[in-house]
């Protein structure tokens, strides 16, 4: 992609996507023509697509929601995202004791939709004063203990689910303060992608959607339940209900904490 250009018909698009189980049904029918051979996919965790989108690295990427603060214009493509109704999994502050004794919490380095949730429900909804640090490397998955909490999100928070006693999923918590669905993650693009490419792209991530049993008999059997995570934790479909939701944390994170 050329920056001053619109999208020639050879130029590849640029799509970013996230490297968790989360994204897998949405991809899925990205391998198939048409629309495979119109895009090179870069994968890598969702606070790194953020940048590369900020960077003009990408063209679209399946980006966190929070960082279209960041940006001049955007653009949401399509009618997909990766969202929760009610409680995610995959999205959680773990803990050895329960919130109130909660002393410091962790945030997890590779979030930026979820970080910036855990701040609000800390001062708004929990309504507790721990120390929060954000954390660097994956290294602070060992100093989760004792009254030392910590946001962890994706496939590592998905193995951290049978060694904690306290789970506080954030996409449930949302829900209980709002009322209303969550959504972490969109494909976000700075400038407007061609009708017809939007079209074919959306066709594709309905695919995977449609074949879920063909999505997760590719991917080797792990920790946790895909059928249940693909077809009852997340919710890919960019809905109205998800819209207010969206709207609603864009606006929170607009306005001083
Ligand atoms: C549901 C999830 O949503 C994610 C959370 C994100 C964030 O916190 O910035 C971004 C993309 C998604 O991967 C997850 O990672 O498990």
Redesign the pocket.
């Known amino acids: 992609m050329h920056k001053n250009k619109g999208f020639g018909v050879e130029e590849k698009i640029r799509v970013g996507i996230?490297n968790?189980l989360?994204t897998r049904p949405l991809l899925y029918g990205l391998q198939f023509p048409p629309i495979t051979e119109k895009i090179e996919l870069i994968e890598d965790v969702?606070?790194k697509l953020a940048e590369l989108l900020l960077n003009d690295q990408i063209d679209v990427g399946l980006v966190?929601v929070?960082i279209t603060r960041k940006l001049p214009q955007y653009y949401i493509n399509g009618n997909y995202c990766?969202g929760?109704i009610g409680n995610?999994a995959?999205?959680c502050v773990f803990s050895q004791v329960p919130l109130e004794q909660v002393e410091k919490i962790y945030l997890d380095y590779q979030?930026?939709?979820?970080?910036a949730l855990c701040r609000w429900l800390i001062l708004n909804h929990w309504k507790i004063h721990p120390e929060i640090i954000d954390a660097r490397n994956e290294a602070y998955l060992d100093e989760i203990k004792g009254t030392t909490a910590g946001l962890v999100?994706?496939d590592r928070?998905l193995q951290q689910r049978t060694k904690f006693e306290y789970i506080y999923d954030l996409a449930g918590e949302w829900k209980n303060a709002t009322g209303l669905p969550f959504v972490?993650?969109a494909w976000v693009s700075t400038r407007k992608l061609p009708d017809h490419f939007i079209a074919e792209f959306d066709k594709a991530n309905a695919y995977g959607l449609d074949h879920l049993d063909e999505v997760i008999a590719r991917i080797p059997e792990g920790i946790y339940d895909l059928k249940k995570y693909y077809s009852q934790d997340?919710s890919y479909t960019l809905d109205e209900e998800k819209r207010k939701g969206l709207d609603r944390f864009l606006k929170i994170l607009a306005a001083p904490l």
């Open positions: 996230i968790y989360n969702p606070a966190p929070a990766i929760a995610v995959s999205v979030s930026r939709s979820s970080v999100i994706g928070a972490f993650a997340l």
